[in-house]
């Protein structure tokens, strides 16, 4: 089973400012990565398939980048709505999510 | 616009057989991939299965023995049977559609399935 670690497990930033989560496979996935958003109460929302594809209706300031064994995901400038918890999931050998990270507001 | 419902028992015993259907609203089963996702509490996601609408399936390697799926075109309904539950398949579980197969482009609400004797 491939594994997947985030990190940080928490970042704490302030509206405006941009963040960088990262995601780590345990054997190369190639560019077969989603990331997804999930807030509390609500389903989770798909953010980048393909490592660096925005899905329909996803901002630009959300960015995919990565291949192989790492990978990150950028918000460039924070909105309110955009403090919740992103999982990566890989989809290159089965399909395995990471444990998650959560953007809280500072 | 796609929605996805799950309905089943949420609670089951240890040993019985968590049958979870998913009904799709707004939408097609056909030319689709649908699949299975659970959160146990307090843990990450884990993937059970996907099914295409012609009836082709997999399932996660560490489930498969205790997993069939199945689904019914005319009523726009899929469903996830698992067997011999115990404690540790207690989790959401949540209907999707996903894109061939690989990742989740429309998730339902999640249901809670409480194992436990």
């Known amino acids: 089973e491939i594994l997947m670690t985030q990190s940080p497990d928490i970042v704490s930033a302030s509206p405006g400012e941009g963040v960088t989560l990262s995601c780590r496979a345990s054997?190369?996935?190639?560019?077969?990565l989603a990331w997804y958003q999930h807030k509390p109460g609500q389903t989770p929302r798909l953010l980048i398939y393909g490592a660096s594809t925005r899905a329909s209706g996803i901002p630009d300031r959300f960015s995919g980048s990565g291949s192989g064994t790492e990978f990150t995901l950028t918000i460039s400038s924070l909105q309110s709505e955009d403090f919740a918890l992103y999982y990566c999931?890989?989809?290159?050998?089965?399909?395995?999510f990471g444990q998650g990270t959560t953007v809280e507001i500072k | 616009q796609v929605q996805i419902q799950e309905s089943g028992p949420g609670l089951l015993k240890p040993s019985e057989t968590l049958s979870l259907t998913c009904t799709v609203s707004?939408?097609?089963?056909?030319?689709?991939?649908w699949g299975w996702v659970r959160q146990p509490p307090g843990k990450g996601l884990e993937w059970i299965a996907y099914i295409y609408y012609t009836g082709y399936t997999k399932s996660s390697p560490s489930l498969e023995s205790r997993v069939t799926t199945s689904l019914a075109t005319s009523r726009k309904k899929f469903s996830l049977h698992l067997r011999s539950v115990t404690a540790a398949d207690t989790a959401v579980y949540y209907c999707?559609?996903?894109?061939?197969?690989?990742?989740?482009?429309?998730w339902g609400p999640g249901m809670l399935v409480t194992v436990s004797s």
């Open positions: 707004g939408g097609s089963i056909s030319g689709n991939y």
């Open positions: 054997q190369n996935v190639w560019s077969s």
């Open positions: 999707a559609r996903t894109v061939r197969g690989e990742y989740v482009d429309v």
């Open positions: 999931q890989q989809y290159s050998n089965w399909r395995t």
